[in-house]
């Protein structure tokens, strides 16, 4: 076994003897530890290896434990993926409660996928998604308030020694080198059987694609593995997060969504799969500003609205200048005849002003130079699917790019 240095970063000026304990435990286990104070008003009841005046040499408003916590979460995420980014540090774990946790957050959100991380917490059973954002963080919760050490918390906390520890080792021994280029490919229940005949063809050329689920967080998610650098290529067949981001459903990925792969010069396909609809709870939860609107009940949970010409006018739009800003070759792609299952012919978001309008603005906006393919087909209709897989082949062939691997 490869000894490792795992980071055990907290508040020592409150819980330094907790998190002491956790360094013991980890030593106990053979790894090395990088004691790190991130605790902002008292003095450290243990002595740390990183004082926190390396991180936050000076808080503006001593005293003020909001502002200096906000302080220390600003400034502790560049520093820790430094500490990574060198090899100093090969995982991270933390004990906190809402401060201990903001802050501890904020630090493993700045490190690679893939690197591991761990918070023990006072909130894991509540809503995590603001903690987590896009990253996998592994969240323990602490059964007990992260407050002295007893029969309770020191299980708790030695469990957790020992998960960050096997997470850490876990990396030595997995074998990711040499391993297939990834893609990245966006799907939704409309876009299901047009994504799995692309990634087939896709798998077959040597890929190994990772399909998100287009429902906000997935769109996310997405957006922060093609950042990352992990990913070779984009297959974006399903772009309906925007249409919840503009007209205000509950599946939005934010108006970062269609960046990364620009940022990231990373070659791409983009269609607007399933821009005919945007997301809402249970019928009862849809605003009374939309009562005149078409609906279909997905489900009893899932109610799809659908999008107007005027806002897929918009749509085709924002879609054009998201792919205007590329730098890798991208092409666009549209399925004429219907851009999910149920605005084919005959269904019940069938509206083919609504569809043109979505077309011509793409159309319109687009630059000159970014290749658009119309198939006068359906959007799961095997030819597009193929026809998307074999564009982004193209476009992967014909980009410059070193094709990263993870």
């Known amino acids: 076994m490869t000894r490792k240095a795992i980071a055990v970063l907290g508040t020592l000026d409150t819980k330094g003897h907790e998190h002491a304990f956790v360094a013991a435990c980890i030593r106990a286990r053979g790894h090395e530890v990088v004691l790190i104070d991130v605790g902002t008003l008292g003095e450290p ?8 005046d390396a991180i936050v040499p000076k808080f503006e408003h001593p005293g003020d434990r909001g502002a200096c916590v906000a302080a220390m979460s600003e400034a502790v995420p560049a520093f820790v993926a430094s500490l990574a980014a060198s090899g100093r540090i090969n995982g991270i774990i933390s004990l906190g409660g809402g401060g201990g946790t903001a802050i501890s957050s904020a630090a493993m959100r700045a490190l690679p996928i893939g690197f591991p991380k761990l918070i023990v917490s006072t909130l894991a059973s509540g809503n995590t998604a603001h903690y987590v954002g896009t990253k996998d963080i592994v969240m323990f919760p602490s059964i007990v308030d992260v407050a002295g050490l007893n029969a309770i918390s020191k299980t708790i906390f030695s469990q ?55 429902t906000g967080t997935g769109g996310r998610t997405m957006e922060a593995l093609i950042e990352s650098g992990m990913v070779a290529g984009v297959l974006d067949i ?10 205000g459903g509950t599946l939005s990925a934010g108006p970062d969504r269609l960046s990364a792969a620009a940022r990231a010069g990373v070659p791409a396909i983009v269609a607007p799969g399933c821009l005919d609809m945007v997301n809402f709870g249970e019928r009862a939860s849809v605003p009374k500003k939309f009562e005149e609107r078409n609906f279909y009940i997905h489900n009893p ?26 730098t890798a070759p991208v092409s666009v792609l549209l399925p004429t005849a219907a851009i999910s299952v ?65």
């Open 238 to 247: 399903t772009t309906t997060e925007w249409a919840d981001e503009l007209v």
């Open 45 to 52: 009841q243990v002595i740390p290896d990183i004082r926190r």
């Open 342 to 406: 149920i605005s084919a012919k005959g269904q019940p978001f069938h509206d083919p002003a609504a569809d043109l309008a979505l077309f011509r603005a793409i159309k319109d906006c687009l630059r000159a130079d970014i290749p658009l393919i119309e198939l006068e087909c359906e959007i799961n209709d095997a030819r597009f699917a193929t026809t998307c897989a074999e564009q982004l082949l193209a476009n992967l062939r014909s980009s410059q790019a070193t094709l990263p691997t993870f």
């Open 301 to 326: 949970q899932v109610t799809l609205m659908r999008t107007t010409p005027e806002e897929n006018a918009q749509l085709g739009s924002i879609l054009a200048e998201k792919l205007n800003t590329y």
């Open 160 to 214: 957790a020694a020992a998960a960050i520890c096997g997470m850490a080792e876990a990396e030595t021994d997995s074998d990711t080198k040499g391993s297939r280029p990834i893609i990245a490919a966006s799907m939704f229940g409309n876009t299901t059987d047009c994504v799995n005949i692309a990634k087939k063809v896709l798998e077959d050329a040597g890929y190994e694609v990772l399909v998100f689920h287009a």
